[in-house]
């Protein structure tokens, strides 16, 4: 099989990963090729509208497992193909010269046994490291399974290393992958936490002690191949930040792709609005200092889909609203409808000059349509229904688009 | 008073010299595209690096390094009053210093903070849409950006690509990066490069255009986003597009 070919089936078999970010660290060349931003760069965008940023492949997309919902379960009648690690090699640094992509994430199909794949990922990284003396970026996943040696010295070479978990819960996990249990998936993600504070507190001590894992790690979830709720989904995420600092939760939502008696049927959509309330509820986990319990609770087990989860909860929170812009804290203005990180610091540094008019709100950001309900600007409250939930709710829900009927 | 500069940064500070010193300005246009008129008298400033250099070390320390790059940034975006905008924001920052900076929504700051993200908006962009061609000797990229943004790619490529020879070519303006594997230096004129259909070039670009069309996934397909991502003005110059005939 030619390079071609090849490249087509380990790109196929990697584009359910939704991970793509190249952010989080900032290296110069040191005489080679290469370097990174931590900011990240986005090198183009595919035709589903996903940035790609690396390259994302699959070392081999053969494996030994037969998780239910992936498209390179050992049962499935796909082309199987496997690149050596050097192939993985050149082809990174010739798209990487040609400005095609900011680096490498490799993932793989567990061939043999999780310590075999494991070393043909640390191969690949050794020669584009220490052969080519490549500085850009370089994300791999971790295979769980594998030797806590190997993980260690893959590490040092990495920037960012992943494992994905999958399913929020030990049942569902259980039942779509029932190779893998929870606990062999927070093994590696332990010891990379655990390393990575390690390696921190060293390097405050000896300056020149080599980084390991410098840009963190990440997971994904699969939204959607089984029952489980947005509170399991945002629980499990806040334990993830909290227990093991994790930089990132991806959320995947779950696109058909086998048949089997425990996953949606074929023709099931994937559920996109799903996955974008999520990823706005794991920013309020991540920027807005908001608690899971606060986003989803018992009595609400999922997100609303006409509101982003911000809205939601200020309107079942109005006793607080409104708040004077003039007066509010950060973290109050932070919970605001409309207000997000930069128009919150544009406030707060403009106040400290003299007051803030509504005229100005606009001009600094600030999503007024939304905003306007649940704030005052010195003293008046320019959202012309009163500040009910109910009421507010209505004046924001979203208008069907009329639609012109049809005469015959 | 009419002030007419050579289009230069030097030029434009320079005039900014004169307007304090001389007589104020009442605006200041590139001489080369100036509409003159019978009620405003205009002199043509001659570009001097000494002035030039004194003021910008005067908004360096009366105003803040944030005020001077965004300066910087108006200065290379393609707002055809921005000579104006500059001279306007720099009068209220010379009065009020670095307090400048914390006063968003100002009428003479909010025309240059839009501007200038603008600007910084797309070279960062470009830090990612630029594609290079291996000609055997040396690494080959044309752009056409809507702003003047190629002397703010220079650092960034001439770090990433040490040990390479590269060019950068902005079409539109017919200016060009040019690095010989450690400095680079920005020439004036450039011609478009005679690329060699060498069979590795030909092998490598098929290859990322297949990469780009399997990598997306068809059940999530969304051509809108795309476009909001990657703009059809920037299309042709880019590999994958040209290749898969998204153009």
Known sequence: MGTLEKLAVLADGAKYDVSCASSGVNKHNQGGIGNSKSFGICHTWSADGRCVSLLKILLTNYCIYNCNYCVNRNQNDIPRASFTPREVADLTIQFYRRNYIEGLFLSSGIERSPNHTMERIYQVLDILRHEYHFYGYIHVKVIPGADPALVNKTGLLADRMSINIEQPTEQSLKLLAPQKTLPVLFAPMNQIHHQMTQNASERKIFRHVQKFVPAGQSTQMIVGASKDSDLSIIKATETLYNRFQLKRVYYSAYVPVNEGPNLPALSTSPPLLREHRLYQADWLLRFYSFKADEIVNEQSPFLDTDFDPKISWALRNMQLFPLEINQASYEELLRIPGVGVTSAQRIIRQRRLGNISYNHLKKMGVVLKRAKYFITCQGCYYGGIPAESALVRQALTPVAKPVQLCLF | ?247
């Open chain 2, 1 to 247: 008073m009419d002030y007419l500069y050579d289009g230069s940064f030097d030029g434009l500070l320079t005039s900014i010299y004169y307007s304090y010193y001389e007589q104020k300005a009442h605006g200041i246009y590139p001489e080369a595209s100036y509409q003159f008129n019978m009620f405003t008298p205009s002199t043509v400033i001659q570009s001097d690096p000494v002035l030039a250099a004194r003021v910008y070390d005067a908004i360096d320390r009366k105003i803040s390094v944030y005020s001077l790059m965004q300066i910087y940034y108006v200065y290379l975006s393609n707002n055809p009053a921005k000579e104006n905008l500059i001279l306007k924001y720099l009068q209220l920052g010379f009065q009020l210093g670095p307090k400048i900076d914390s006063i968003h929504s100002h009428p003479e700051v909010l025309p240059i903070r839009q501007t200038a993200k603008k600007v910084s908006f797309e070279a960062e962009r470009f830090l990612g849409l630029l594609r290079f061609t291996d000609t055997g000797s040396y690494l080959y990229a044309v752009l056409e950006p809507d702003h003047n943004i190629l002397i703010l790619l220079a650092d960034h490529f001439a770090d990433r690509l040490a040990g390479e020879r590269f060019i950068i070519h902005d079409k539109k303006r017919n200016l060009a990066i040019i690095c010989n594997k450690k400095e680079w230096y920005l020439s004036d004129s450039s011609e478009e490069a005679a690329i060699p259909d060498s069979e590795t070039e030909q092998f490598y670009q098929e290859l990322w255009a297949k990469y780009f069309t399997r990598i997306s996934i068809e059940n999530r397909k969304n051509k809108k986003l795309q476009s909001h991502f990657v703009p059809q003005r920037y299309r042709h110059n880019l590999v994958e597009f040209r290749k898969s005939e998204l153009l």
